[in-house]
């Protein structure tokens, strides 16, 4: 199973939007076995994938309530899409983590993660973060392969990207084989301090970004209103192509082998 933590300190750059529709085309075009785990106290990508309701959720996990990952996950109606759903009580995990047991919250996914390896349960595992660098977000980035950086193309999105890639690099302490898999641009448009902004992230070179970018369009917004992901609320706009284009890119990349459904 391959992991990936969907990771911006930044709130608003597209995380949630790129956790939910690679998700989804990776359960539906290319037939994986997919679990989202929602990391996020705003718990948006549950709210998208799966009915109103109360959901234990991760926080039953990190806090060491939930033994077996089978009693948190869920089923969406997406054939292959599971996700194990947030709720606010991720809130309080840091106030209880300063004063118990960090370490157990740090590696509850990663333990989760092992005993899914085990019984072969999913492809592909992907992590929707939250605006910062929490315990549920350290988590998240300990019990991932690789981590995958959505920015905003414009200037003062671009240059927070290097403290956040030394700040991923110091968890290299904990973690020695963490990397980040690559840099997404969305909201994409043709302007010119887009474009420079672009030019300067690949010129840079420190991460890799990724050839295809995604696209502005208020079909996004239109589908996060909607509570629904955007792969079905408008699938031939072109954020919705853009992400079916990033996935086959991501999976070629990471040399993860599908069937075209
Ligand atoms: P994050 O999870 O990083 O906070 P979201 O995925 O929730 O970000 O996106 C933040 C806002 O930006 C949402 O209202 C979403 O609809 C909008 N958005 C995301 N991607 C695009 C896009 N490609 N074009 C237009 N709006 C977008
Ligand atoms: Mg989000």
């Known amino acids: 199973m391959r992991t990936y933590a969907i990771v911006n300190r930044k709130g608003g750059v597209g995380k949630t939007t790129t956790a939910v529709n690679l998700a989804y085309v990776l359960a539906t075009s290319c037939r994986l076995r997919v679990?989202?785990?929602?990391?996020?106290?705003?718990?948006?990508?549950?709210?998208?994938?799966?009915?109103?309701?109360?959901?234990?959720?991760?926080?039953?996990?990190?806090?060491?309530?939930?033994?077996?990952?089978?009693?948190?996950?869920?089923?969406?109606?997406?054939?292959?899409?599971?996700?194990?759903?947030?709720?606010?009580?991720?809130?309080?995990?840091?106030?209880?983590?300063?004063?118990?047991?960090?370490?157990?919250?740090?590696?509850?996914?990663?333990?989760?993660?092992?005993?899914?390896?085990?019984?072969?349960?999913?492809?592909?595992?992907?992590?929707?973060?939250?605006?910062?660098?929490?315990?549920?977000?350290?988590?998240?980035?300990?019990?991932?392969d690789a981590v995958i950086i959505p920015v905003l193309s414009d200037a003062c999105s671009v240059t927070g990207v290097g403290d956040l890639v030394d700040q991923i690099a110091s968890l290299r302490s904990i973690r020695p084989d963490i990397r980040v898999a690559g840099i997404l641009v969305n909201q994409w448009h043709r302007s010119p301090v887009v474009e420079d902004s672009v030019a300067y992230l690949r010129e840079e070179g420190r991460v890799p970004v990724y050839s295809t970018v995604i696209r502005r369009t208020d079909k996004v917004p239109e589908s996060s209103w909607a509570r629904m992901a955007l792969q079905a609320w408008s699938p031939w706009c072109s954020a919705a192509r853009d992400y079916r284009a990033w996935a086959a890119e991501l999976l070629a990349k990471e040399g993860i082998q599908y069937e075209q459904a």
């Open 35 to 144: 679990l989202l785990v929602d990391a996020d106290g705003q718990a948006n990508a549950t709210q998208i994938l799966l009915p109103r309701g109360e959901y234990a959720g991760l926080g039953a996990l990190l806090r060491g309530y939930a033994m077996c990952y089978d009693e948190l996950t869920v089923h969406t109606d997406v054939a292959g899409l599971d996700v194990l759903p947030a709720a606010s009580d991720l809130w309080a995990l840091d106030l209880e983590a300063a004063e118990g047991d960090r370490g157990r919250s740090y590696r509850a996914l990663r333990d989760m993660r092992e005993a899914m390896e085990e019984d072969g349960a999913y492809d592909v595992m992907i992590i929707d973060c939250p605006p910062n660098l929490s315990a549920a977000c350290v988590s998240a980035i300990l019990a991932s």
